[in-house]
């Protein structure tokens, strides 16, 4: 059959529509209608793939933002629908990290507060992520506190995230710049930040976290606004020593009706940027049974009395009480 000629028997007899149909063939005929065929993922142009993420609701660090190549921007489209689907399951974040370039070699659920520490009863709602990154790929700070905000995107409401971890394998190619034999100077800093985040009750009353790290660090604000515009303020006094260190966190009262959140930034004296520390702050609107669960899952165990830190010589012990006061007893 002439490709001309595709129109409908009834009226393929009518000379006036055949030559009409004939006109629009020579005319129209060789177009490429693929740039009107956005839902077609794999073959549409790259400049149609941000609006289809708006469209998904898979924009910025939803995913869109994570993904750092055009094969993964379309993986992430075409799974979207799926990943809201199982919104809130392990399942979504694995998928979710791996399209993006970050395969998670294990999800850890039921995990302490402060790793190694003890445990207590709300240890179901906290988990950890151990991801593999790849050995081209560094992990900047900036880009763990992406990460961080992708997976408490997909994770569940009532879980929280105390630890992130990163698998790479370090080579002489990818880690030293210079010659091998320069290896004795590369330092590795290992340093923990717990819990992580903090959760303030409305009124703001103070709440304490541990800075675990071997070299002295500052915090980059001590005094930080709200993000809500209410020019409320979140205060942060702490003293920058190297080794584990009790930051004391205080605000003003949270009278907008939804929990807030504020980052606090922490560097050390060499420049180093470490993970954020998180400050969530209850609202009134947060005032039933599950409420006080949420809160205590972090840093106000209501009937228990929680110990921060031993001092080395064990002449002390520093604890933080029901009422999230912070004593120090004598220790023999």
């Not at 009107?36 to 924009?59: E, G, N, T, W």
């Not at 992580?196 to 005094?223: H, I, K, Y």
């Not at 949270?254 to 004296?269: C, D, K, L, M, Q």
Request: glycine letters at 6%.
């Amino acid at each position: 059959m002439d490709d001309k000629r595709v129109i409908a028997s009834s009226i393929a007899d009518n000379e006036v529509v055949r030559a009409f149909s004939e006109f629009l063939a020579d005319r129209w005929g060789d177009w490429d209608l693929s740039p009107f065929m956005a839902y077609l993922v794999d073959i549409c142009a790259p400049s149609v793939l941000p609006y289809l993420a708006d469209q998904f609701d898979i924009d910025g660090l939803r995913g869109f933002k994570m993904a750092t190549t055009e094969q993964q921007r379309r993986d992430l489209i075409k799974q979207s629908i799926a990943l809201h689907k199982y919104l809130g399951t392990p399942w979504a974040i694995r998928e979710a990290c791996r399209t993006v370039g970050f395969p998670i070699i294990n999800i850890d659920e039921g995990v302490t507060a402060i790793p190694g520490g003890p445990e207590s009863p709300e240890d179901w709602a906290r988990f950890s992520v151990l991801i593999e990154t790849e050995d081209s790929r560094p992990i900047t700070a900036e880009e763990a506190r992406q990460l961080r905000l992708f997976i408490d995107f997909y994770k569940n409401e009532r879980s929280h995230l105390v630890e992130l971890g990163f698998n790479q394998t370090l080579s002489d190619e990818n880690v030293y710049s210079d010659l091998v034999d320069q290896r004795e100077n590369f330092q590795l800093l290992i340093a923990r930040v717990y819990p992580n985040p903090v959760v303030m009750n409305m009124m703001g009353d103070m709440v304490a976290f541990v800075v675990d790290c071997p070299d002295e660090w500052r915090l980059v604000q001590s005094t930080i606004n709200w993000p809500d515009e209410t020019g409320d303020t979140l205060s942060v006094s702490y003293s920058g020593e190297a080794g584990k260190t009790i930051v004391r966190v205080t605000s003003s009262s949270n009278n907008t009706g939804v929990t807030r959140r504020a980052e606090v930034f922490i560097e050390t004296s060499e420049g180093q940027m470490l993970d954020p520390v998180v400050i969530e702050q209850l609202s009134a609107s947060v005032n039933n049974a599950y409420g006080p669960a949420y809160s205590s899952a972090y840093n106000n165990l209501q009937n228990v009395e929680v110990t921060l830190l031993v001092a080395e010589d064990g002449s002390a012990i520093i604890t933080e009480d029901k009422n999230n006061l912070i004593n120090v007893h004598p220790n023999g």
